[in-house]
């Protein structure tokens, strides 16, 4: 398990998920990053989503996000990464979850295309704070939003967070 985000190898890409919970506006945030081997920022994805019942069904409705937004990007071939120990364990398993999130990522799974090559990751939370710091900005986000070619400002101080 890695404690700091490191990038994937060469001609691979890593995408990153977490989930947050905003209780007073009863809404969770997810966030998805895409980067290549050269650490450089292919695609976001911020949403809004009702508030579910606890963090790691968050954080399993996050990683559901990535895999769907990944495959709709076009790529096959990707490292998930998360800091849910529970919901990576649960994506690496070939056996059907009983938690209350099992169902959500058994039917995210079922959607790989069959060619695909996914690696599960577990990082620990300073390994993922780039998507953990745009979950908690998701907030801000009506309904979703998508980046894929120019930046946005507010990433900018969370991408430097992973190179200190």
């Known amino acids: 398990m890695q404690s700091?985000?490191?990038?994937?190898?060469t001609g691979m890409i890593k995408v990153n998920f977490d989930g947050a919970l905003?209780?007073?506006?009863?809404?969770?945030g997810i966030e998805v990053i895409v980067r290549d081997s050269n650490e450089q920022a292919i695609a976001t994805l911020s949403e809004q989503a009702s508030l579910p019942f606890s963090l790691e069904i968050a954080k399993a409705m996050a990683a559901a996000r990535a895999l769907s937004f990944v495959q709709g990007l076009g790529f096959t071939s990707f490292i998930l990464e998360g800091d849910s120990a529970n919901v990576i364990n649960t994506l690496k398993s070939e056996e059907m979850s009983l938690s209350t999130y099992g169902h959500i990522l058994s039917s995210a799974k079922s959607l790989l295309v069959v060619s695909s090559y996914v690696s599960f990751s577990h990082v620990r939370r300073f390994g993922?704070?780039?998507?953990h710091n745009l979950a908690k900005h998701a907030r801000h986000v009506r309904g979703f939003s998508v980046w894929t070619e120019n930046a946005p400002p507010h990433p900018d101080y969370v991408f430097l967070t992973d190179h200190g």
């Open 4 to 9: 700091r985000w490191s990038p994937p190898p």
């Open 22 to 28: 905003f209780r007073d506006i009863r809404k969770a």
């Open 128 to 131: 993922n704070i780039v998507a």
